[in-house]
């Protein structure tokens, strides 16, 4: 059974939210690549041992921001895609949301103290429990238009 759905016109919203989160991704990569070379930490090496660098944990601050929000990124862009379908403008700012608080999280990692990284960056928790919802909501909203 075919379910057909309509990208309301405010849709746009919702993808121009992503793109701002791919920016972010991208910015957080470049900041991970500066680490590296600063604490001399060279690849494959995906964290530094402090029995071979004394700057590990600094350098695992960065590199555990970063890698914390693509763990997320996942969970993020599909409730971001799908709640934006029934909620595009709710979606979208529970977005951006989501992707300013994932800057300060990072940044907060990134002073090497990581209890830093919840300062304004914990927004990100309420944020992504929004999208969870409006992601619900649709789903309920498909079953019920197909039970009728």
């Known amino acids: 059974m075919a379910v057909s759905v309509e990208l309301p ?10 793109v701002a989160y791919a920016f972010l991704n991208f910015w957080m990569s470049f900041q991970v690549g500066a680490a590296r070379k600063k604490y001399k930490v060279f690849y494959p090496t995906m964290y530094a041992t402090e029995s071979e660098n004394k700057d590990a944990k ?8 970063h890698q ?10 599909a409730t971001l895609l799908l709640g934006g379908l029934q ?3 709710v979606a979208a700012a529970l977005g ?3 992707t300013v608080a994932r800057f300060f999280y990072f940044k907060g ?8 990284r919840y300062k304004l960056g914990g927004l990100n928790f309420p944020a992504i ?11 309920v909203n498909l079953i019920i238009r197909e039970a009728i």
Do not use: D
């Open 87 to 89: 909620h595009p403008v």
């Open 9 to 18: 016109k405010e849709y746009g919203y919702v993808v121009l939210t992503v």
């Open 58 to 65: 600094p350098f695992n601050c960065v590199q555990r921001g």
């Open 96 to 98: 951006l949301l989501y």
């Open 129 to 139: 429990m929004g999208l969870i919802i409006c992601t619900a909501s649709f789903g």
């Open 68 to 77: 914390n929000s693509i763990e997320m990124m996942p969970l993020f862009f």
């Open 109 to 116: 990692y990134a002073t090497g103290v990581p209890e830093n």
